[in-house]
């Protein structure tokens, strides 16, 4: 029988798997649950701590606004305990906000957020994918308005490349091939594709504490011994009435 390498549940138990992916298996409640081997180890890890990381930062917060939602493989989860309003350019049925659960979804261009006012939520959660914006320091900075005082923001799969030159030219190398398979630019808005050293400091200086996923402990060794290693870290903010 296949189980989720996540929640750890048989994949046929209704209800039992926390993630939608699709690289999954049709799960009996038209989720999906993962196949062994089919996602990296190290994000399966790394998503299995996220899973923690709202449980543990989201108690007792009411509305929920979740920025890079994807398929929802987060907000099922989200949605158990909090209103939440997923967000994402996407509404592909599988991979994208069509693959929805019980949850509200909008798609939209995730660089604008004007359409919301201020202190509209108690809680931000930007998922992944937050080296892909055009400033993403700036990014999160204008989005702390979004959140009431005593709200919380999460970061999560904050990838730090102190050298990032080994991954330069892995992204030149990607979106070359793509953009000659394809013919359409590789990234949806003009950005590096990439956090560095200073995006740490920079976010560490408008109020988050960037912090280690302590299930990537080997690739945190590993940062500090091979300067081209990346750094995997989530990133916490909490909106007092000081700040």
Same mark, same amino acid.
């Given at each position: 029988?296949?189980?989720?390498?996540?929640?750890?549940?048989?994949?046929?138990?209704?209800?039992?798997?926390?993630?939608?992916?699709?690289?999954?298996?049709?799960?009996?409640?038209?989720?999906?649950?993962?196949?062994?081997?089919?996602?990296?180890?190290?994000?399966?890890?790394?998503?299995?701590?996220?899973?923690?990381?709202?449980?543990?930062?989201?108690?007792?917060?009411?509305?929920?606004?979740?920025?890079?939602?994807?398929?929802?493989?987060?907000?099922?989860?989200?949605?158990? $305990?909090?209103?939440?309003?997923?967000?994402?350019?996407?509404?592909?049925?599988?991979?994208?906000?069509?693959?929805?659960?019980?949850?509200?979804?909008?798609?939209?261009?995730?660089?604008?957020?004007?359409?919301?006012?201020?202190?509209?939520?108690?809680?931000?959660?930007?998922?992944?994918?937050?080296?892909?914006?055009?400033?993403?320091?700036?990014?999160?900075?204008?989005?702390?308005?979004?959140?009431?005082?005593?709200?919380?923001?999460?970061?999560? $799969?904050?990838?730090?490349?102190?050298?990032?030159?080994?991954?330069?030219?892995?992204?030149?190398?990607?979106?070359?091939?793509?953009?000659?398979?394809?013919?359409?630019?590789?990234?949806?808005?003009?950005?590096?594709?990439?956090?560095?050293?200073?995006?740490?400091?920079?976010?560490?200086?408008?109020?988050?504490?960037?912090?280690?996923?302590?299930?990537?402990?080997?690739?945190?060794?590993?940062?500090?011994?091979?300067?081209?290693?990346?750094?995997?870290?989530?990133?916490?903010?909490?909106?007092?009435?000081?700040?």
């Amino acid at each position: 029988m296949l189980t989720c390498p996540i929640c750890g549940e048989l994949i046929t138990k209704p209800n039992s798997c926390i993630a939608i992916d699709p690289t999954l298996k049709t799960h009996v409640d038209v989720l999906y649950a993962y196949q062994v081997g089919a996602m990296p180890p190290f994000l399966a890890r790394i998503r299995s701590a996220d899973r923690r990381l709202i449980k543990k930062y989201l108690s007792g917060y009411q509305s929920v606004l979740e920025i890079g939602a994807a398929n929802g493989w987060l907000t099922h989860q989200l949605a158990q $305990n909090h209103h939440v309003l997923a967000l994402d350019y996407s509404d592909h049925p599988i991979t994208g906000l069509g693959a929805k659960g019980a949850w509200h979804t909008l798609q939209m261009d995730l660089t604008d957020l004007s359409i919301f006012p201020d202190g509209q939520f108690d809680a931000l959660v930007i998922n992944h994918g937050l080296h892909l914006f055009p400033n993403p320091v700036q990014y999160v900075q204008q989005s702390q308005r979004l959140i009431r005082p005593g709200g919380c923001i999460i970061l999560l $799969n904050l990838i730090f490349h102190c050298n990032p030159q080994r991954r330069i030219e892995q992204l030149l190398k990607q979106a070359t091939q793509f953009e000659a398979r394809h013919h359409v630019p590789y990234l949806i808005n003009p950005s590096r594709g990439y956090l560095d050293g200073e995006d740490r400091t920079q976010f560490q200086k408008i109020g988050f504490k960037i912090r280690p996923y302590f299930v990537m402990w080997r690739a945190w060794l590993k940062s500090h011994i091979q300067s081209t290693a990346p750094l995997y870290c989530y990133g916490i903010y909490h909106l007092t009435t000081h700040n």
